[in-house]
């Protein structure tokens, strides 16, 4: 027998905040978190906007809980306060024998340049003199990138399976669906996932833009992350960790724990397309979706919102929105479809995206309320679905999908629905 | 303790690829093992001479036409995204499964065990460059200079930086579009992977899936990261290059070996590791619906034989044969696991098995019996997964 999988608690650390209600506040607010960025020591770095965590007031505001910590990576840190709140939330807090385990999905290392200049000697650069001087590398950057699943692991006491999602932009969402597809089995009874990136760094941020992946666009200011608009340009990078804890519906209801929603559905599939570009008409993507209403044991038509991947690039969101109408197709169902891209306000979280969107979805839908797209001035008239433009909207949502799209064609969507006793009530 | 629920439907496991230092197939590799041939190579360059590995298990870089891709696309793929294709192109020429136009792409899915990625980051080429033009390389004040960033570093830096790339041109080369995963960076990650895999096939998500593994390169960066751990010390920690595939299908194939059970969990310190051992040890056993005492064959990876006591304590057999493969052919990384599978896999359909002796570089030969094998591996962090194989009575 299947298990019914909720959420009973959440975290999100990023520029709105360190509190999932200061997140979500911000969200319906319409505020945005992206500001004039260049990376440390450069003036003249291409890419002038980010949504950067503003690292005094997050060293500030747990500089408790990283006065224990030992030294770790940028994302790492995000993750395990993320997590911490998440569990914080839930009530877990120190709670033992929970049958549990932890999910995250993860980016690209992150690149601490000083390292490598150890290897220059007198006649350049060579590996003899790096390992001569190896005591002196940052020790974050020597273990692997399953270090922040195993800190979140030991902090909270996990016995369950410790997974790393390595999907790119998909890698969070993976973590949630596959937590859900764990605890439904009966495998654990509950789990923390989520995930944390951060590519604010030099040689990061030079790879992405050598792919000319971010915006590096001067024309919109601070709203120039504008999904689906026509002058959209490129993403908008940013950095954070988000995490929910996920538990089975019994194991929730022993200890009377708040329910925030139900998840129903997780589908996964790939483009097979290119390794640079999505599919244009998102055969992908829409077979994610399908995959996940499948899984759900939904039809199309019970759904009332998207919240898209949405990045602002100009081959996503065209092929995300021929998605949409392709698996909406019946009755036109695309056209009753409240549709809105997080990333707008909070900019693309990349590895870790899928997690604060899936925490704006599920919100969304337990409050009935949906979060805007920002900056959607003059839509692509390949665009042509509800967007949410501007201010946030009340929608009536019986059940929502949260779309995340990774580099290479790796797709996931998530499905929740608000908690109701009776599942089909 | 940690339960599962029996899988809804068998999954079925076919014998795919291994791409090592010891050939590219799974019975080039058995013969070597058995005859004590280890293709060993000394580090690739003077620099390492001081280092803790004077000696390591090497694999050739796959190019262009061994590959089947355009020449431009390997700017975008370092060596270990090369040796998952490679890997994934050898397994779908052996296993018809994926190649069965039957089956629709969108039912065909990807479960990879990838490493970080091995890049040096910077460049090389950038450091050498630095050391060119800068007037002080080691405070380089170019470093603060966008123009010269963009110049020096690859186009294709972001891509090929990015492990889940190998996902991406496995997927294109062989049309696989169902349900997916990839997990990182360590041994574990192959065990994840297979579990999701057999999931995602036993709930006919998937009708078939191709599961593989793959070593991170030999490098520096990876050498010190080796030696973080304390790897150094292990004389079975060898560094080893390759890559291993299976395809597991829900269809029937002709030798019949199931993923019949499966366990993982986590082992946060050492003072609880032999309990939590026996505990997935058991889950496992009893997902399989087998005890102990039914498994034929074990082969641990990266677990140093630490669940090795914990399998006798649940009742295994005395004479229980023991195959830890890296001894013998070096640490492979997330590949290592799915090599075993692939042994394990040759073995019961042999009916012969593999035993590490005294001396751990040959293992010896044996016929047997195999019904049910049993598999484990474990990530240094602390992760640990058991995974059991069962041959049909046909």
């Given at each position: 027998?299947?298990?019914?999988?909720?959420?009973?608690?959440?975290?999100?650390?990023?520029?709105?905040?360190?509190?999932?209600?200061?997140?979500?506040?911000?969200?319906?607010?319409?505020?945005?978190?992206?500001?004039?960025?260049?990376?440390?020591?450069?003036?003249?770095?291409?890419?002038?906007?980010?949504?950067?965590?503003?690292?005094?007031?997050?060293?500030?505001?747990?500089?408790?809980?990283?006065?224990?910590?030992?030294?770790?990576?940028?994302?790492?840190?995000?993750?395990?306060?993320?997590?911490?709140?998440?569990?914080?939330?839930?009530?877990?807090?120190?709670?033992?024998?929970?049958?549990?385990?932890?999910?995250?999905?993860?980016?690209?290392?992150?690149?601490?340049?000083?390292?490598?200049?150890?290897?220059?000697?007198?006649?350049?650069?060579?590996?003899?003199?790096?390992?001569?001087?190896?005591?002196?590398?940052?020790?974050?950057?020597?273990?692997?990138?399953?270090?922040?699943?195993?800190?979140?692991?030991?902090?909270?006491?996990?016995?369950?399976?410790?997974?790393?999602?390595?999907?790119?932009?998909?890698?969070?969402?993976?973590?949630?669906?596959?937590?859900?597809?764990?605890?439904?089995?009966?495998?654990?009874?509950?789990?923390?996932?989520?995930?944390?990136?951060?590519?604010?760094?030099?040689?990061?941020?030079?790879?992405?833009?050598?792919?000319?992946?971010?915006?590096?666009?001067?024309?919109?200011?601070?709203?120039?992350?504008?999904?689906?608009?026509?002058?959209?340009?490129?993403?908008?990078?940013?950095?954070?960790?988000?995490?929910?804890?996920?538990?089975?519906?019994?194991?929730?209801?022993?200890?009377?724990?708040?329910?925030?929603?139900?998840?129903?559905?997780?589908?996964?599939?790939?483009?097979?397309?290119?390794?640079?570009?999505?599919?244009?008409?998102?055969?992908?993507?829409?077979?994610?979706?399908?995959?996940?209403?499948?899984?759900?044991?939904?039809?199309?038509?019970?759904?009332?919102?998207?919240?898209?991947?949405?990045?602002?690039?100009?081959?996503?969101?065209?092929?995300?929105?021929?998605?949409?109408?392709?698996?909406?197709?019946?009755?036109?169902?695309?056209?009753?479809?409240?549709?809105?891209?997080?990333?707008?306000?909070?900019?693309?979280?990349?590895?870790?995206?899928?997690?604060?969107?899936?925490?704006?979805?599920?919100?969304?839908?337990?409050?009935?309320?949906?979060?805007?797209?920002?900056?959607?001035?003059?839509?692509?008239?390949?665009?042509?679905?509800?967007?949410?433009?501007?201010?946030?909207?009340?929608?009536?949502?019986?059940?929502?999908?949260?779309?995340?799209?990774?580099?290479?064609?790796?797709?996931?969507?998530?499905?929740?629905?608000?908690?109701?006793?009776?599942?089909?009530? | 303790?940690?339960?599962?629920?029996?899988?809804?439907?068998?999954?079925f496991v076919e014998q795919g690829s291994?791409?090592?230092?010891?050939?590219?197939n799974v019975?080039?590799?058995?013969?070597?093992?058995?005859?004590?041939?280890?293709?060993?190579?000394?580090?690739?360059?003077?620099?390492?001479?001081?280092?803790?590995?004077?000696?390591?298990?090497?694999?050739?870089?796959?190019?262009?036409?061994?590959?089947?891709?355009?020449?431009?696309?390997?700017?975008?793929?370092?060596?270990?995204?090369?040796?998952?294709?490679?890997g994934a192109a050898l397994a779908v020429q052996q296993v018809e499964t994926l190649a069965n136009?039957?089956i629709?792409?969108?039912?065909k899915?990807?479960?990879?065990?990838?490493?970080?990625?091995?890049?040096?980051?910077?460049?090389?080429?950038?450091?050498?460059?630095?050391?060119?033009?800068?007037?002080?390389?080691?405070?380089?004040?170019?470093?603060?200079?966008?123009?010269?960033?963009?110049?020096?570093?690859?186009?294709?830096?972001?891509?090929?930086?990015?492990?889940?790339?190998?996902?991406?041109?496995?997927?294109?080369?062989f049309?696989?579009?169902?349900?997916?995963?990839?997990?990182?960076?360590?041994?574990?990650?192959?065990?994840?992977?297979?579990?999701?895999?057999?999931?995602?096939?036993?709930?006919?998500?998937?009708?078939a899936a191709l599961v593989g593994?793959?070593?991170?390169?030999?490098?520096?960066?990876?050498?010190?990261?080796?030696?973080?751990?304390?790897?150094?010390?292990?004389?079975?920690?060898?560094?080893?290059?390759?890559?291993?595939f299976v395809v597991l299908t829900?269809n029937?194939n002709p030798d019949?070996?199931?993923?019949?059970?499966?366990?993982?969990?986590?082992?946060?310190?050492?003072?609880?590791?032999?309990?939590?051992?026996?505990?997935?040890?058991?889950?496992?056993?009893?997902?399989?619906?087998?005890?102990?005492?039914?498994?034929?064959?074990?082969?641990?990876?990266?677990?140093?034989?630490?669940?090795?006591?914990?399998?006798?304590?649940?009742?295994?057999?005395?004479?229980?044969?023991?195959?830890?493969?890296?001894?013998?052919?070096?640490?492979?990384?997330?590949?290592?696991?799915?090599?075993?599978?692939n042994?394990?896999l040759?073995?019961?359909?042999?009916?012969?098995?593999?035993?590490?002796?005294?001396?751990?570089?040959?293992?010896?030969?044996?016929?047997?019996?195999?019904?049910?094998?049993?598999?484990?591996?474990?990530?240094?962090?602390?992760?640990?997964?058991?995974?059991?194989?069962?041959?049909?009575?046909?």
């Amino acid at each position: 027998m299947n298990s019914r999988v909720v959420v009973t608690g959440l975290g999100v650390v990023g520029r709105l905040g360190f509190e999932w209600q200061d997140f979500w506040a911000a969200l319906l607010a319409g505020q945005s978190a992206i500001v004039p960025w260049q990376p440390e020591n450069i003036e003249d770095f291409p890419v002038r906007y980010a949504a950067p965590v503003d690292n005094a007031q997050f060293a500030s505001y747990f500089s408790a809980q990283l006065s224990a910590q030992p030294p770790m990576e940028r994302r790492s840190q995000f993750g395990l306060m993320a997590a911490h709140q998440a569990m914080n939330d839930a009530g877990l807090l120190g709670k033992t024998g929970l049958n549990m385990g932890v999910a995250v999905g993860s980016g690209i290392p992150e690149r601490y340049t000083p390292d490598m200049l150890l290897a220059m000697g007198d006649g350049g650069p060579d590996w003899q003199t790096l390992y001569a001087k190896r005591e002196q590398l940052n020790p974050a950057m020597r273990s692997g990138n399953d270090q922040l699943a195993a800190l979140i692991a030991r902090a909270h006491g996990a016995n369950g399976p410790v997974q790393n999602f390595s999907t790119a932009c998909a890698g969070a969402a993976h973590a949630i669906g596959s937590s859900f597809r764990m605890i439904r089995n009966g495998e654990v009874n509950c789990m923390i996932a989520g995930g944390a990136d951060s590519v604010l760094n030099l040689m990061t941020m030079v790879g992405l833009n050598l792919l000319g992946a971010p915006s590096v666009s001067e024309d919109y200011g601070d709203k120039l992350c504008r999904p689906f608009d026509e002058g959209r340009s490129g993403f908008v990078a940013a950095e954070g960790g988000a995490f929910v804890v996920l538990e089975s519906l019994d194991h929730a209801l022993a200890r009377g724990a708040h329910i925030y929603g139900e998840v129903v559905g997780f589908g996964s599939s790939m483009d097979a397309y290119r390794v640079t570009a999505p599919h244009p008409e998102g055969k992908g993507a829409a077979l994610s979706m399908h995959k996940a209403l499948v899984d759900a044991g939904l039809d199309a038509d019970n759904i009332n919102y998207i919240n898209a991947h949405g990045t602002s690039t100009p081959l996503n969101d065209t092929a995300e929105t021929f998605a949409i109408k392709t698996v909406f197709a019946k009755d036109q169902h695309y056209q009753k479809l409240a549709v809105s891209a997080t990333k707008s306000q909070i900019g693309h979280w990349i590895a870790a995206a899928g997690a604060p969107e899936f925490i704006a979805t599920l919100l969304a839908t337990q409050q009935g309320i949906v979060p805007p797209t920002l900056n959607l001035e003059n839509p692509d008239p390949l665009c042509d679905l509800d967007y949410v433009p501007h201010k946030a909207r009340a929608v009536t949502i019986n059940a929502a999908l949260s779309n995340s799209f990774g580099f290479g064609g790796l797709n996931t969507s998530l499905v929740v629905k608000p908690y109701k006793e009776d599942r089909h009530g | 303790m940690i339960k599962t629920e029996s899988k809804k439907a068998p999954v079925f496991v076919e014998q795919g690829s291994v791409y090592c230092s010891a050939g590219n197939n799974v019975s080039s590799l058995w013969q070597a093992l058995a005859n004590g041939q280890q293709n060993l190579t000394a580090l690739p360059c003077p620099a390492y001479d001081a280092w803790p590995w004077s000696q390591v298990f090497l694999v050739e870089e796959p190019g262009a036409s061994e590959l089947g891709v355009d020449r431009k696309i390997l700017r975008t793929m370092e060596k270990q995204a090369k040796m998952a294709l490679y890997g994934a192109a050898l397994a779908v020429q052996q296993v018809e499964t994926l190649a069965n136009k039957s089956i629709s792409s969108a039912k065909k899915g990807l479960y990879l065990a990838l490493p970080t990625v091995d890049e040096s980051v910077p460049p090389w080429s950038l450091l050498e460059t630095l050391h060119e033009v800068s007037a002080t390389p080691t405070q380089p004040i170019e470093l603060s200079s966008s123009e010269f960033l963009q110049r020096e570093i690859p186009a294709f830096f972001g891509l090929s930086t990015l492990n889940s790339n190998a996902c991406a041109h496995i997927s294109a080369c062989f049309d696989l579009t169902g349900a997916m995963g990839a997990y990182s960076p360590f041994a574990d990650a192959a065990f994840q992977a297979l579990i999701d895999a057999t999931g995602a096939v036993a709930q006919g998500e998937n009708s078939a899936a191709l599961v593989g593994g793959v070593s991170p390169k030999v490098n520096p960066q990876l050498l010190l990261q080796y030696e973080h751990w304390g790897w150094d010390k292990l004389s079975a920690r060898i560094p080893a290059e390759g890559s291993s595939f299976v395809v597991l299908t829900a269809n029937k194939n002709p030798d019949a070996v199931c993923v019949s059970g499966f366990a993982r969990g986590f082992i946060a310190s050492s003072v609880e590791a032999p309990e939590i051992y026996q505990q997935l040890l058991a889950q496992a056993l009893a997902n399989a619906n087998v005890t102990a005492a039914d498994i034929d064959w074990f082969l641990p990876f990266a677990t140093g034989g630490k669940d090795i006591q914990a399998l006798f304590a649940l009742g295994a057999k005395e004479s229980l044969p023991i195959l830890s493969s890296e001894s013998c052919m070096g640490f492979s990384g997330a590949a290592g696991p799915l090599i075993n599978l692939n042994l394990a896999l040759h073995g019961l359909q042999q009916q012969k098995y593999l035993v590490n002796t005294h001396n751990n570089i040959n293992a010896q030969e044996n016929a047997g019996a195999l019904r049910h094998v049993a598999l484990s591996a474990a990530g240094p962090e602390g992760q640990y997964l058991v995974v059991i194989l069962s041959r049909e009575v046909i």
